[in-house]
T-cell receptor, first 113, second 112 residues
Framework: DAKTTQPPSMDCAEGRAANLPCNHSTISGNEYVYWYRQIHSQGPQYIIHGLKNNETNEMASLIITEDRKSSTLILPHATLRDTAVYYCIVRPRGGTGFQKLVFGTGTRLLVSP | NAGVTQTPKFRVLKTGQSMTLLCAQDMNHEYMYWYRQDPGMGLRLIHYSVGEGTTAKGEVPDGYNVSRLKKQNFLLGLESAAPSQTSVYFC???????????FGPGTRLTVL
């Protein structure tokens, strides 16, 4: 079962920032927050991940609250090509046992002109 | 680097036919995975491999077999296709089990 809760859909105007929230209130101290996205008919694409500090890369920024119970993925200047389903996933940072990647239903982001 | 590639991209089978989907990665990853995705649902893990010569069952393994004879390749087989196996199949790989998984473009399979 997915350990995260996301809104089913969001809209964003092209050129504006898209802020996608995720609730993971049961996250444990050794679990990362990962974000993937899936553009229509394509394979899931890794975006970013973090443990407790905010992270930024060329695609997005990840803001994790101090209590780690929620996070926000920020696409600073959304383009039409950012229209996709965005998945927030929590998974362990280490260990030797297999831990599957659980994709929930995600947030469908629609970027409009 | 091509990353993760999958062949074929599309396939139509009749019930009872067999086929093999090929996944290849050039990132020297130890771990490889096969998922299926059905409309309105998230990805479900079929089988995975933790290294050359090893495979293990995921959430929905029935009706599928896999092999990992070479580190870079992971094959998914359907011995007797059924309409319930109509789906989009994604392969993924990662260096370690807890590392980022990189996905292929998918194979769209229709079983009539």
């Amino acid at each position: 079962d997915a350990k995260t809760t996301q809104p089913p859909s969001m809209d964003c105007a092209e050129g504006r920032a898209a802020n996608l929230p995720c609730n993971h209130s049961t996250i444990s101290g050794n679990e990362y927050v990962y974000w993937y996205r899936q553009i229509h008919s394509q394979g899931p694409q890794y975006i970013i991940h973090g443990l407790k500090n905010n992270e930024t890369n060329e695609m997005a920024s990840l803001i994790i609250t101090e209590d780690r119970k929620s996070s926000t993925l920020i696409l600073p200047h959304a383009t039409l090509r950012d229209t996709a389903v965005y998945y927030c996933i929590v998974r362990p940072r280490g260990g030797t046992g297999f831990q599957k990647l659980v994709f929930g239903t995600g947030t469908r982001l629609l970027v409009s002109p | 680097n091509a990353g993760v590639t999958q062949t074929p991209k599309f396939r139509v089978l009749k019930t009872g036919q067999s086929m093999t989907l090929l996944c290849a990665q050039d990132m020297n990853h130890e771990y490889m995975y096969w998922y299926r995705q059905d409309p309105g649902m998230g990805l479900r893990l079929i089988h995975y491999s933790v290294g050359e010569g090893t495979t293990a069952k995921g959430e929905v393994p029935d009706g599928y077999n896999v092999s990992r004879l070479k580190k870079q390749n992971f094959l998914l087989g359907l011995e007797s296709a059924a309409p319930s196996q109509t789906s989009v199949y994604f392969c993924a790989s990662s260096y370690k089990v807890t590392d980022t998984q990189y996905f292929g473009p998918g194979t769209r399979l229709t079983v009539l």
